[in-house]
């Protein structure tokens, strides 16, 4: 079955910078990669997502990018604001009848004042 | 606006009383999932409902159940609460079945004393 690994676990990062969070995934038929951003105390909140047609989706300050030959996948989040300090998950799924989505194990970023 | 609501947010129960936790919904998702998340780890499946066909993840203890008496509301029913049974319980929908995007509630924490 699929299998994703998230790196890294935490990721500290001064106000202002960027952020990057990398993902890998192991089933090349997956097809549909969405990030969650999951704050204190909340469910995770559907941040971006992008299908194995494109290689690069963009919403303001977050970008994802997509490497179908390396089976690869990363966040970007430019310009880090104070709210952006939360646990980040990436997943993949083959968008089947008989599939689910499966999570990497979560980033810890926090933004530094 | 469209929504995930669980109630309730938080519920004490003791070791082996039974508890219900809730979930509705107003986007008219034909998929509920329900997600047991313990700290620092990601969400993990217990089950799925498409329209009324229920889907048990393999793994999922016999302990837990789970009923959709129309599209808007699920329930998870836990017989016997064990101390490991303590979580944050996720719902979420999704517009169509295979794991495409999901749309998480704000989870229900549950304590076991």
């Known amino acids: 079955g699929e299998n994703v690994e998230q790196h890294p676990s935490t990721l500290s990062v001064q106000e202002g910078d960027s952020a990057v969070i990398k993902c890998t995934y192991s089933d090349s038929a997956s097809n549909y990669f969405p990030w969650y951003k999951q704050e204190l105390g909340k469910g995770p909140q559907l941040i971006i997502d992008?299908?194995?047609?494109?290689g690069e989706k963009k919403d303001q300050r977050i970008a994802v990018t997509l490497n179908k030959t390396a089976k690869h996948f990363s966040l970007h989040i430019t310009e880090t604001q104070p709210e952006d300090s939360a646990v980040y998950f990436c997943?993949?799924?083959?968008?089947?009848?008989?599939?689910?989505?499966?999570f990497g194990k979560g980033t810890r970023l926090h933004i530094l004042p | 606006d469209a929504m995930v609501i669980q109630n309730p947010r938080y519920q004490v129960t003791q070791f082996g009383k039974p508890v219900t936790l809730s979930c509705s919904q107003t986007?008219?998702?034909?998929?509920m999932y329900w997600y047991q998340q313990k700290s620092s780890q990601a969400p993990k499946l217990l089950f799925h409902?498409?329209?009324?066909?229920?889907?048990n993840e393999a793994d999922t203890p016999d302990n837990f159940q789970s009923r959709r008496p129309n599209t808007s509301f699920c329930f998870l029913d836990i017989r016997s609460p064990g101390l490991g049974d303590a979580a944050m319980y996720l719902c979420?929908?999704?517009?169509?079945?295979?794991?495409?995007?999901?749309?998480f509630g704000p989870g229900t924490r549950l304590t076991v004393t």
């Open positions: 409902y498409y329209d009324k066909d229920f889907n």
């Open positions: 986007l008219n998702h034909n998929v």
């Open positions: 979420a929908t999704s517009p169509e079945i295979g794991g495409g995007e999901q749309y």
């Open positions: 992008i299908r194995s047609n494109v």
């Open positions: 997943a993949a799924s083959k968008r089947n009848r008989d599939d689910k989505i499966i």
